[in-house]
Structures are given as structure tokens and as C-alpha cells.
């Protein structure tokens, strides 16, 4: 009996249960007054993702005739567009591809089938009549430029990839307004590159190519350090996941189902994991969030996305759940993580490009909490849109981590560093002229006294007796019933919490002008 029971235990099944805090994290899109309706999205059959977005602004590549355009709206200008909106339309083909400088919420690169590369300033009211002279002209490239990547910690160090099979490696420092000549350019590849990824300090470079091959090379010397030659997975999208010495690429097998691969970043002779996941034909965009390891992927025509928690252990990648929706996609856009509502617990944020629907849809990754306040065990700190090192410190053998930031709330703001890329040059007057980002000391001063006193004024009402909700207590009748005096009462607490949301917005605002002044004055004193 002792013997048969002993049997029994040791046939009973276990479940092994692996926990995560972000087990339960679910999407959550916007409502269709905080969309961006009757965007005129573009037709292109690139595997790009058509959209770009930082804390300021929302790029999104449009159709348009005789030429490549791209709209370029304030992130809270949501609701429908005006078919008539200015937009950014210098390139004389269509528009390829599109990224914000992480540096400069103000700075944005395209390239195009013109065989250029442009990088625009945007006024900071954003686009007002139509943008047609870039900042800088790239002009290297003999044929459609496919890909564009900013390096993740040097500043105005610029990547692009063309259907010339070439990368090129531009300097934005240099004086001249159309540059001719790449710092360097890199020849390793035979066929078109489908994508580009660095690790976390930018010393490494991986690329995807048409060839099936997945190479990683020092991202400076374009020298090839690994080489994948796997027969049963031809890869089209590759990222260097963080930190984690892997690297993660999404493609097909030998008989066309979509699948992922997890590769071993010292040794890509073979593959540490692979998964077959459908049979569908859309390209899988993959995103990586190395502050909380999730894995997103979503594929081009899908209305779903999949995510998945990855570890430096076997199995290394845990599916979670995903997100199903009606609207497929053709496109994806990321906020940086500065850009995330913290006090919803939202560690992600996707912008839908969908075509069908002619809309911009934005895509919340919350992680469930009872608790308001600050969660600071899923928000590490995270990098900061401060540059870690100059174009002429990296392009000179020196690799630095990103400059970190804490996200929450009332920690020092780092304001983008548009005035930090031309600090030497900002007494030159055409220059600080043709770069709306760099704003001038006298006029910081006057925003910050007239912030000042709107915030007085502000405080004004707010601590002013004779006034209830907006009207004087002699021209206000006295409640004569319950209900009177319980709307009067909530009316007053609604006043009172919008005055103090006010005061809040001046409070910070203040906060950025005098941090402006401060690197102004410190970079006026250096030069």
C-alpha cells in the first residue's frame, strides 16, 4: 500500500507556475477622440513602420502626388486631420522611412527613393505651412535609400541603408548644409538590408539582409564579428536585446510559416531557440523594452499583438498573452519611454498605422496595480534624452552607456537637448535662425516671466473669497434646496482641481525655462 501510494505521488502532475509582474498586462487603445483620424497614410509595400513618435510629436509617411511627403502633428492634436495639413514634402520620391533624433524631439530623419537622406528641424509649434528645406542633405547613397537609424548614445551620428546594398555612417556636425561624403561605409552585404539594431551603447551593429544572413559588427569599423549561415530560418527583422548578449530575429522557416529565432550573441553558428508561430504572410515587427524585458511582436496585417517575457535562462523566451483587435495594421510607431503616463502604470505605448481606417490609433501596455502612486519596481531608470557622447568622441574610439533618468514624477526634467547641438555655434546668427530648437536666452526670459504671471494670476482666483465657480457671491442666488447646494458643491470642487492642475502645469513649466536659461548661460560661458 505504502508502495502504491508512493507511485501515485510521483505520477501526479505539477504544474510549474513562473511568476512575473508582468503576467498580466494588458493593451488598452484610445478612444476615437484621442486617435488621429483621416491620416492620407501611404500606399508603399516597404516592410517599415511607416510611423515615428516622441514626447512632442507624431511623424506619420503619407500618399501623396509628384513627390514623398510626411505629416508631422502634435502628439495632442488627436481627432481628425485636416486634409489640408501642411507637411514636411522636400524629397522629390517617396518617403522610405522616418526616425526622430532621441536627442532633439525637434529633429527628425527621412529617406527617401531620391536616394537621399534629409534631416528637418520642426518649429516648435510644429509644421505650420509646408517644410521643403531640410537642415541637412545626405547624398551618398547611387540608389533608394530603404532604413535610417540615430545611434543610441552619440549625438548626430546618423545610419542609413540603401538598395545599393551599402550602410553609411553620417556625421550631422559637420558645417556643410549637403553632405557628399559618409564618415565611412560599410560593403559587407550582398543584397538589400532589411533592418538595423544596436545594443545598448551603440558599440555593436546588427543587420538583417535579403541574403538570409544576420551579421554583427562593430558598429564604427563596419567590421563583421558573427555571421549567421542557418539554413531553416531567413530572417527579415533583427534586435540586439539589450544588455542580454542575445539576439532576437523574426523571419520564416524553409516552408514559409512566420517564425522567431533567439540567437547567442558571442556564437550565431546555430540558434539557441526557434518557434514556428502561423502561417500568415505579413512581416513581424518585433520591440524590445530591455527596462522590463518584454518582448512585442506585431505583424504587418495582423490586429494582434504578442508579448513575451525574456530571460537569460532556458526556455530564455515566455509568451504572456496577447492583444487581439479588428483593425490589422500596416505600421507601428513607439513612444519613447519619457513620453509614458506613469501614474496609469503604462510601460509601452504602440501607434497603430491603420490603413483601412484611415487612422493613427494609440496602443496602452498597463500593468494592472490597485495602488496610484509611483510604481518604481517597473520603472527602473531608463535612458534619457541627453546624449552620453559627441559625434567626434564616438567617431574616436570612445563607447558610453545612455545618460540615465528617473520617470518619476517631479525628478529633474531633462529637457531635449536641441540647445546641446549647437552649443558652440549658438552665437551664430543664421544658424540659431535655421534651428528653431535652439531658443534664444531673451526669449526663455520672457516665457518665464509670463509664466510667472499667469501662475500669479492663477493663484489669484484660486485664493480670491468673492468668487464662486467664475461669479461674484452677490450675483450668485443661495442654494434653496439639497440638490442646489450639492451641485454648488461639486462645481466647487471641480474649479478648485482644475486651478490646482493649472498651478501644477505652470510650476513645471517654470521648472523647464529655468533649466533652458541655466544651459544657455553655461554654454554661452564656455564659448
Given amino acids: 500500500m505504502p508502495c502504491l501510494r508512493s507511485m501515485i505521488l510521483n505520477m501526479t502532475w505539477r504544474p510549474q507556475y513562473r511568476s512575473s509582474k508582468f503576467r498580466h498586462v494588458f493593451g488598452k487603445a484610445a478612444t ?3 486617435c488621429y483620424d483621416g491620416v492620407p497614410i501611404t500606399r508603399s509595400v516597404q516592410d517599415n513602420h511607416f510611423c515615428a513618435v516622441n514626447p512632442r510629436f507624431v511623424a506619420v509617411i503619407t500618399e501623396c502626388a509628384g513627390g514623398g511627403a510626411f505629416l508631422v502633428l502634435s502628439v495632442h492634436h488627436t481627432g481628425k486631420v485636416d486634409p489640408h495639413h501642411p507637411r514636411v514634402s522636400g524629397h522629390r520620391g517617396n518617403v522610405l522611412d522616418v526616425k526622430w533624433n532621441p536627442f532633439n524631439d525637434y529633429c527628425i530623419a527621412s529617406c527617401s527613393e531620391d536616394t537621399t537622406v534629409k534631416v528637418w528641424e520642426i518649429p516648435p509649434h510644429g509644421v505650420l505651412k509646408n517644410l521643403t528645406v531640410p537642415w541637412k542633405e545626405l ?49 559587407h552585404h550582398t ?55 542575445m539576439l532576437f530575429t523574426s523571419g520564416t522557416s524553409r516552408y514559409n510559416d512566420r517564425q522567431i529565432a533567439l540567437w547567442d550573441q558571442d556564437d550565431l553558428s546555430a540558434p539557441l531557440l526557434q518557434e514556428n508561430l502561423d502561417g500568415s504572410s505579413g512581416v513581424l515587427f518585433p520591440f524590445y523594452d530591455p527596462d522590463t524585458h518584454m518582448l512585442y511582436l506585431a505583424g504587418k496585417g495582423d ?43 503604462e510601460v509601452f505605448r504602440f501607434y497603430k498605422v491603420v490603413t483601412i481606417k484611415s487612422l493613427i490609433e494609440p496602443l496602452s501596455m498597463i500593468v494592472p496595480r490597485r495602488s496610484e502612486s509611483y510604481q518604481e519596481d517597473i520603472y ?26 528617473s520617470l518619476k514624477p517631479g525628478s529633474e526634467l531633462m529637457e531635449p537637448a536641441s540647445e546641446m547641438k549647437g552649443l558652440a555655434n549658438s552665437l551664430d546668427t543664421r544658424r540659431s ?51 442646489e447646494l450639492r451641485m454648488k458643491f461639486m ?28 544651459n544657455i548661460k553655461n554654454s554661452q560661458m564656455q564659448s
Fill in 380 to 405: 527602473p531608470m531608463t535612458a534619457s534624452n541627453r546624449p552620453a557622447l559627441t559625434a567626434g568622441e564616438w567617431l574616436a574610439g570612445v563607447n558610453k552607456g545612455p545618460v540615465l533618468m
Fill in 491 to 518: 462645481k466647487q470642487q471641480e474649479e478648485i482641481r482644475r486651478l490646482k492642475e493649472l498651478l501644477n502645469q505652470r510650476d513645471v513649466r517654470v521648472k523647464q525655462l529655468e533649466l533652458e536659461i541655466k
Fill in 32 to 34: 476615437k477622440e484621442n
Fill in 191 to 245: 543584397d538589400v538590408v532589411l533592418s538595423m539594431s544596436f545594443n545598448t551603447d551603440g558599440s555593436l551593429l546588427a543587420t538583417s539582409c535579403r541574403d538570409r544572413k544576420v551579421r554583427l559588427m562593430d558598429a564604427r569599423s563596419g567590421n563583421v564579428l558573427q555571421e549567421t549561415n542557418c539554413k531553416t530560418h531567413k530572417a527579415s527583422k533583427v534586435l540586439i536585446l539589450g544588455n542580454m548578449k
Fill in 303 to 345: 490586429g494582434n499583438i504578442r508579448y513575451y517575457e525574456i530571460s537569460s535562462e532556458k526556455p530564455y523566451i515566455h509568451f504572456l498573452t496577447e492583444y487581439r483587435s479588428q483593425s490589422p495594421q500596416k505600421g507601428m510607431g513607439v513612444m519613447p519611454k519619457r513620453g509614458l503616463d506613469v501614474s496609469s502604470c
Fill in 139 to 187: 547624398q551618398g547613397h547611387s540608389r533608394r535609400v530603404g532604413l535610417v537609424e540615430w545611434h543610441p548614445t552619440a549625438n548626430n551620428i546618423l545610419f542609413s541603408a540603401a538598395y545599393d546594398y551599402q550602410v553609411m555612417i553620417w556625421n550631422l556636425d559637420s558645417p556643410e548644409q549637403v553632405i557628399k561624403n559618409p564618415v565611412r561605409t560599410i560593403k
Fill in 433 to 483: 535662425h535655421s534651428r528653431p530648437g535652439l531658443l534664444q536666452l531673451s526669449y526663455i526670459q520672457d516665457q518665464l516671466e509670463a509664466t510667472k504671471e499667469a501662475g500669479d494670476r492663477a493663484e489669484d482666483d484660486r485664493t480670491r473669497t468673492p468668487v464662486s465657480n467664475g461669479e461674484d457671491l452677490p450675483l450668485c442666488s443661495p442654494p434653496m434646496t439639497e440638490n
